[in-house]
C-alpha cells in the first residue's frame, strides 16, 4: 500500500494552511479535495481577518485575490417596518496592510491550493474519502472508494460537518443547537457602481450585518459584503430555531423578504445574481469543539467547530487559516521526534489556545447562549428604531425634549426581563 507523510483531508483554508506549512520545511503532504477544484465546494459570507493570521503565515498573501479591503463597517438593527445603521469609518481601516479583506472562495481557495502545490504540496481534486485506517485504534491512513493510503498523520479539515473527526471518535454527530444554516447570493454589479453605492474608492469596500426582524426572533442575521464587481449577500440562521419554528418557515422566503426591504433593495438593485450556494456553520463555541488530536490524526478549522459568531462580526476563516498552520507546525515537531502519538501531537492545541483567535473564541464562549434571546432580533431593534424615529420625526404636534424622550425609552428597560438580558449581557 502506497504511504506519505502527512495526508490533509479537505482542500479549504484549515487543510491548505497546514499543506503549506508542511510542504514548504519539506514534508510530503497529499492533499485530498472531494470538489472539482480548491473553492468549488465552499461557502463563506466573505470577510476574512487577516490580523490574527499574519503571525502564522507571514509570507503567503502576495498576490493573494482579495476583491476588497474593508474600510467601513455597517451595522443595520431592523425592525418590520424601520431600521437604523450604524457606520464606522477609521484611518485605522485604511493602514497598510489591510486588517480585513472580501473574498470569493472559488478563487481564493485555487489561490491558496496553488501555493501549497508551489511550495511542493500535491493538491488532489475529485478525490472524497470515505473512511479512515485505524491500527490499534491509531489512525493509520484514509481510504477511498477505490484506493487506500497510508500516511504518518492525518489531518481532519473536512469542514463542518466532519465526517473523518467522527469517524475517530473525536466528535459525536452535529447537534442542531451548534449548527447554524447560512444561505448565500452573489449579484454581480459594476465595479464603479460598487463604488458610487458604498461611497467607497476603487480597491475599497463595506461590510455590512443586519440584525433584527429579518429573521422573525431566531438566531442569526444578514450580510453584504462588497467584492470588486458583485455583491455577497446572505442569510444566517441557528437551525435548533428554524427547525423548532411555528409556523415553519423557509429560509429562501426569509432570503427573498430580505432582499425586498428597501434598505437592501436598493444597494442591490439591477444586479445580476450569478451564485446561489447553502452551507452550514458552527455556532456551539467552545462547547461545540470536537477534540483536537488523536494518534495519528489532528482536527483543524471547522472540523474542529472553530468559528465565532459574535453577532456584530463573523469569523470562521481566520481561525481556520491558524489551526492550520499551527496543527502544520506540531506535525513538524512530532516528526522531528518522529513520534506521532496524540501526546506528541497535543502540542497543536497548546499552540492554538495561546493564539489571539483563539483566545477571543474562548471570550466569546457564551455568545450563543446569549444570541439565543428571541427579544434581541424582535423588541430590541425595534425600541432603538423608535427612539431615533421619535427624535428625528417633526409632526403637526409639539416636539418634548429629546432628555424627554430618552428617559421614557430607558423608563421601558426597567422591566424584570430587559434587567435580566442585560446581565446576561455582561457574559459577553
Ligand atoms: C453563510 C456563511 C457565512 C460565513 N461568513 C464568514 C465570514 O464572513 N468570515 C469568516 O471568516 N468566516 C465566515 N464563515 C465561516 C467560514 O466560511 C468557515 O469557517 C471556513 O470556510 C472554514 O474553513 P475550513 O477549511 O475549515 O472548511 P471548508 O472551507 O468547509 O473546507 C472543507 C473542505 O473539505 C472538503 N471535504 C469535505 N469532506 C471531504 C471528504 N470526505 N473528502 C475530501 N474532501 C472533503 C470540502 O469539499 C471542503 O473543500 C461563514 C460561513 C458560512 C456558511
Known sequence: MEKVEVVVVGGGPAGLAAACVLAEAGVEVLVVERGDYSGSKNVTGGRLYLEPVRPFLPDLWEGAPFERRVVKERLTMMAPESSLTVELNSRRFRREPPCSVTVLRATFDQWLAEKAGERGAIVIPGYKVDDLLTEDGRVVGIRSADAELQADVVVAADG?????????????????????VGIKEVIELPEEKIQDRFGVGPGQGVAQLFFGSITQGMFGGGFLYTNRRSLSLGLVLGTHALMEKKPPVQPHDLMEAFKARPEVENLITGGQPVEYSAHSIPEGGP??????????????????????????????????????????????????????????????????????????????????????????????????????????????????????????????????????????????
Open 160 to 180: 463542518v460537518l466532519s465526517f473523518i473527526a467522527e469517524r475517530a471518535g473525536l466528535r459525536a454527530r452535529p447537534d442542531p443547537q451548534k449548527v447554524a
Open 287 to 428: 462547547a461545540g469543539m470536537s477534540r483536537l488530536v488523536a494518534d495519528g490524526m489532528v482536527v483543524v478549522g471547522d472540523a474542529a467547530g472553530l468559528a465565532l459568531n459574535q453577532g456584530v462580526t463573523v469569523r470562521g476563516m481566520d481561525l481556520a487559516l491558524v489551526s492550520g498552520a499551527l496543527a502544520g507546525r506540531a506535525i513538524l515537531r512530532a516528526r522531528e521526534m518522529q513520534d506521532y502519538g496524540a501526546a506528541t501531537l497535543a502540542s497543536y492545541e497548546q499552540a492554538l489556545k495561546a493564539s489571539a483567535a483563539y483566545k477571543d473564541f474562548a471570550t466569546f464562549r457564551h455568545v450563543p447562549e446569549v444570541l439565543s434571546n428571541p427579544r434581541l432580533f424582535e423588541e430590541y431593534p425595534q425600541m432603538a428604531c423608535d427612539l431615533f424615529e421619535q427624535i428625528m420625526w417633526i409632526g403637526a404636534q409639539p416636539k418634548e425634549k429629546m432628555s424627554r424622550t430618552a428617559l421614557r425609552t430607558v423608563g421601558k428597560f426597567m422591566r424584570p426581563r430587559y434587567i435580566g438580558d442585560l446581565w446576561r449581557m455582561r457574559k459577553i
